[in-house]
């Protein structure tokens, strides 16, 4: 997948700016708050986007219901994006835990950052 380059520009909200067919075609350089799907043809199957704490790791759900653990991410009516429930990365001796409710982002209490 192609990215404009004004999703480059900092300010930019959380939106979806594409997506692929496959996880593995997920960009691996992506702007901050950008989300990209991964669908063939039907509804979404996983969503991926940059971690918020700023490391540069990728996030990656599930959204199958089939498949579990499974996320829900839903838009409001001015396309703010929500994912349900928290989102929880360990990684050694980091852990990512944080909410995204309408383009906003809520870090639990127990994040080590
Ligand atoms: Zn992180």
Do not use: Q
């Amino acid at each position: 997948m192609k990215l404009s380059w004004w999703e480059w520009l900092p300010f930019r909200r959380w939106r979806i700016v594409g997506t692929v067919e496959f996880a593995d075609e997920i960009p691996e350089r992506l702007p901050k708050r950008a989300v990209v799907l991964v669908a063939s043809g039907g509804p979404p199957k996983w969503v991926g986007f940059k971690c918020p704490c700023g490391k540069g790791h990728e996030v990656l759900l599930n959204l199958d219901e089939g498949r579990r653990p499974t996320w829900a991410l839903s838009l409001s009516e001015t396309g703010k994006i929500s994912i349900a429930p928290s989102i929880d990365y360990l990684d050694g001796g980091r852990r990512c835990h944080f909410f995204l409710r309408n383009n906003k982002v809520l870090w639990a209490k127990d994040s080590i950052r």
